[in-house]
């Protein structure tokens, strides 16, 4: 079982959350139970899911949750690119620009998946030729 505080997909996902909640705390207070809940629900869902897959048994079943947590921040960025455009964000946001830690949690993220998933097949061809 893995440590989540160690991987720096979870240090970033976890920056992220807690961007996300400072940002959206001056959304609209009739967006209170819609976009406000919905873009906090998946920063949050973000970091939870690799936390998650850190403490499952196999590599397969972290695999999936590393997919889930991707899937999470997929939905974000979308959620954080029509927060700006409603004017919810101004240009200057600091999770709204193409630098910023929503997007660099993206990266690490893509890649910690991309070597699990190397690793994976490393290991089935290794199995089938035993």
Do not use: W
């Amino acid at each position: 079982m893995r440590d989540h505080r160690n991987l720096r997909a979870f240090q970033l996902a976890d920056e992220l959350a807690l961007l996300v909640y400072r940002e959206t705390a001056g959304f609209p207070r009739e967006e209170m139970f819609g976009l406000t809940s919905q873009v906090r629900r998946a920063a949050v869902s973000v970091a939870s899911n690799i936390a998650e897959g850190c403490g499952r048994s196999s590599e397969v079943d972290f695999l999936r949750f590393l997919d889930m947590a991707n899937g999470s921040l997929r939905e974000l960025q979308y959620q954080i690119s029509l927060a700006k455009r409603l004017g919810y964000l101004p240009s200057q946001s600091t999770i709204a620009n193409e630098d910023s830690v929503l997007f660099e949690t993206g990266r690490v993220l893509h890649g910690l998946i991309r070597s699990m998933r190397a690793n994976l097949v490393r290991e089935e061809a290794v199995s089938y030729e035993q």
